[in-house]
Structures are given as C-alpha cells and as structure tokens.
C-alpha cells in the first residue's frame, strides 16, 4: 500500500514539473522593440529646396538692327570673332560680335521679268535724256554764235536794242534748258540704278560684299562671357540676344518655395548651401519677393512658388568655383533653439485626436498623450507628457500596445 502511493507521489511530481514547464514557456514573450531617450539639446526647423546661382547683374549684347552676325568662336578669327564661353572681356574694347548687311531677299520670275521691263524703259529714258542734251547742245551753240553776229551788228548800229536782247534771251534759255535736261539725266540714271540694284542675284551679292562695311558691338562691362546666345553665322533681326556677359564673382543663389513655406521665410535667415559639389557653404536671405506666380511641377501639379534670393556668408573662396546656373540645395532656417526637448519623429504618433508616444514604464508601453511643438524630418519638439531621460518606442508596429510588455532589441 506505500508503495502505491510512493508511485502516485513521484508521477504527482512529475506531472506537475510539466505542467509548470509548459506554462512558463508558454507564456508571453516581451516585443523586441527599437528605443530612444526624450533629450534637451540644440534644435532647429528648416526649410529647403532645389536653387540655382546666378550673376547677380547680366548684361545681353543685342542686335541693334536686323542684318548678318558674322560666327562668333571662329576658331581663326578672320572672319566673326574668336569668342568663348568663359573668356574675359573688357568694357567699350573687347569685341564680342560683328555684323554685315544681309544679301539681298531671291526673286521669283514674275518680278524679275517685270524689273527687267522697267530696266529696259529706263535704260530708253536714259538715252532719251542724252539724246535730248545733244540736241540743247546744238542749239545752243547756234544761239552762241547767233549772240556774237548780233553784238557785231550792234557795234556799227546795224541791228535794234531788241534784236540784241532777243539773242541774249535765246542764249540764256539755252543754258537753262541744257542744264535741265543734265539734271533728268541724271534722275533717269538713278532711276536705272535702283531697278538694276533690285535685280542683283544674292549669290552674286554675297561674293561682293564689302567685309569692311559692318557694325562692331563692344562688351558693355568688364567681366567674362556667360553664354554665346548666336554662335553660327546667320541673320537676325533687331533686339536679338547675341551674347550674355557679366562678373562670375558677383553670384547669388535663387530658389522658388512654396508659398506655404516661404511665409515662414524673413530677410536674414540663415541658410546652408549643399548638394553643389562641395562642402557645404554658408549664407542668408536677402529677399522674399512680394508676389509669387505658379509653377508646374514634375508631376504636372499646379503649385504657387515664391523666388527666395540668397546671398553668400562665406568668404570667395569657399564658392569660387560655383558658376553661373549651377545647381544646389537651399536649406533655410525658419525656427531654432538650443535647449529643446525632443525624441525622434518616428516615435510619435497620432490617437484620436491628439499626438501620443509609447513610453517605456517598468518594462511595459504606456500610451503617453503628449503635446508637440516644433518639429523636422527627424526630431519632434515636445512641449509636456514627458520628462528628459524618458524612454520611448520607436516605429511602434501592431504589436504594441497599452501595457504590452517591450525590451530593446538588440543590434547585431
């Protein structure tokens, strides 16, 4: 009979070192969550954006008329100028285009057939004109002659007063009429020469052309060539760009904002220039203009933009070799302070109708409300709901909950 119960004692034991066995590790596991502290340090809100530099004042050599720009860049220089991008140029000397008057326009058959009459006609009033000088000629050397019989006559009173004034009269009106008639002569001339000038082939116009007889547009400032607007040889008409110059030192920065951000934008915010190539450079708004205009995004999206112009803090030499219409990122400073306590953006979150964080409380998440203030990409301002040296969790998933129980995962 003891050994009866013995046996029943010990499977008793056993039974009940299972049972405790399966219910410890069938208990639930703490979340492996990521962790980090509520801490008071530096903080600040930027706002940032894609700009571009500029030479502050830019100055296009325009076609003051419509004619022939000889190729700028030519590589020899004999014809056009020897002018590139980048070369220094200096003010009322530096020739930085040249132009010729343009060859005459082609003409189709009708009109040429009608000029070529009217050449025709003129070249028959022209020698109507020198047919009609030879024939004043004549009379008047007749009227000459007949003048100096009258003033023989008139010597041994042989003719009348009025004779005599009758041969003057006829001389004097001769040379009046010769002197007329050289005049339409020469009217008709002209006239010749403006049909036959409309008539001149433009290949054959080309070939003539006087490369003396042009205009030569000088650099308007001292600087350096920002860009060869008409760089082949071609006709332009007036008010053309042709070249762009300015000084590459005299550079600042533009960048269209959203409206939404560029209220929060004063004069005077500081800015850090990045993503051009280099370290990052330091400087400060100078305008916010008064008016924006709308913008169409990559996305095809209307936005309303807003140009923000920026100045350089850093000395030259930390930008020297930024150029004119480089690409960077403008990162502007709308808000900062350097005692703010934060936690990390992705620790916050929204529950109902207020911002809440899971904080860490004797090994368990508490749902915290909290009240935020400034935040960025990667920090959150909180204003009450924690305490410095708090922990929270971070990217809370579906698993965490009110009271779930959490312990830092660990980094491998």
């Known amino acids: 009979m003891q050994g009866i119960w013995l046996k029943r004692t010990v499977w008793g034991l056993v039974l009940a070192l299972v049972l405790a066995g399966a219910a410890w590790f069938g208990r639930p596991q703490p979340v492996s969550v990521d962790l980090a502290a509520a801490a008071s340090g530096p903080m600040e809100v930027t706002v940032e954006d894609e700009g571009k530099t500029r030479v502050r004042h830019v100055y296009t050599v325009s076609a003051p008329l419509t004619g022939k720009v000889l190729r700028i860049s030519h590589p020899f220089g004999d014809q056009g100028v020897s002018l590139h991008v980048g070369d220094q140029v200096k003010a009322n000397e530096t020739v930085v285009a040249v132009m010729q008057p343009t060859s005459p326009a082609f003409i189709d058959i009708r009109s040429r057939e009608e000029l070529q009459a009217v050449l025709a006609a003129a070249d028959a009033a022209v020698n109507l004109a020198d047919a009609e000088i030879r024939r004043i000629e004549a009379a008047l050397e007749f009227a000459r002659n007949d003048l100096r019989r009258a003033e023989a006559l008139a010597r041994t009173d042989a003719i009348s007063a009025k004779g005599l004034d009758k041969a003057k009269l006829d001389l004097e009106t001769n040379e009046a009429a010769l002197a007329s008639a050289k005049a339409q002569r020469d009217v008709r001339r002209s006239e010749r020469a403006s049909v036959a000038a409309r008539l001149i082939d433009p290949a054959n116009a080309s070939q003539q052309s006087n490369p003396s007889c042009c205009i030569q547009l000088r650099a308007p400032v001292t600087g350096r060539v920002l860009k060869i607007v008409q760089e082949s040889e071609g006709v332009v008409l007036v008010g053309s760009p042709l070249v762009e110059v300015g000084d590459p030192l005299d550079l600042e920065v533009g960048a269209d904002f959203l ?154």
Not at 404 to 412: G, I, K, M
Request: charged share 25%; aromatic share 6%; glycine share 10%.
């Open 259 to 412: 409206s939404t951000d560029a209220v929060r934008i004063e004069p005077g915010s500081a800015v850090r220039i990045e993503g051009w190539g280099g370290r990052p450079i330091q400087g400060k708004v100078t305008r916010v203009d008064p008016a924006g205009f709308m913008k169409v995004s990559a996305l095809g999206i209307e936005e309303q933009r807003v140009r923000i112009t920026i100045d350089f803090s850093d000395p030259p030499e930390a930008w020297s070799r930024l150029g004119h219409d480089y690409r960077a990122i403008v990162r502007i400073t709308v808000w900062k302070s350097d005692a703010a306590l934060t936690v990390p953006a992705s620790a916050v979150f929204r529950s109902g109708e207020e911002w809440s964080v899971f904080a860490v409380q004797n090994g368990r998440a508490q749902l915290t409300p909290v009240k935020i203030g400034q935040r960025n990409n990667r920090a959150v301002e909180i204003k009450s709901g924690l305490s410095e040296g708090d922990r929270v969790v971070l990217h809370p998933s579906d698993r965490v909950a009110n009271g779930t129980r959490v312990a830092q995962r660990e980094n491998h």
